[in-house]
């Protein structure tokens, strides 16, 4: 059964850090690009991060640039996604998506 399955979510306070992992069950992930997506209260979707199954080019949302960092460990077949610097602009459920999956989210809040 493929499935994703994202952890790592929680508070933090405005300049913290967290990171995001991303596991895959069913399917090997390398052989896919994986993206992080982020939903926040009232507002649609949208990409923050992804990471090719080429060569590992990532991209990243210009609100995210330089605050975080997308990887992925083939051996543990997960996709991180490290959170440096976060604003309360970056409070959303978060979400990874591959070969046409989502996982069911993991809530970042960020607050003092």
């Known amino acids: 059964q493929v499935q994703l399955v994202e952890s790592g979510g929680g508070l933090v306070q405005p300049g913290g850090s967290l990171r995001l992992s991303c596991a895959a069950s069913?399917?090997?992930?390398?052989?896919?690009?994986i993206g992080w997506f982020r939903q926040a209260p009232g507002k649609e979707r949208e990409g923050v991060s992804c990471?090719?199954?080429?060569?590992?080019?990532?991209y990243y949302a210009d609100s995210v640039k330089g605050r975080f960092t997308i990887s992925r460990d083939n051996a543990k077949n997960t996709v991180y996604l490290q959170m440096n610097s976060l604003k309360p602009e970056d409070t959303a459920v978060y979400y990874c998506?591959?070969?046409?999956?989502w996982g069911q989210g993991t809530q970042v809040t960020v607050s003092a």
């Open positions: 998506h591959g070969r046409g999956y």
């Open positions: 069913g399917f090997t992930l390398d052989y896919y690009a």
């Open positions: 990471i090719s199954s080429s060569d590992g080019s990532t």
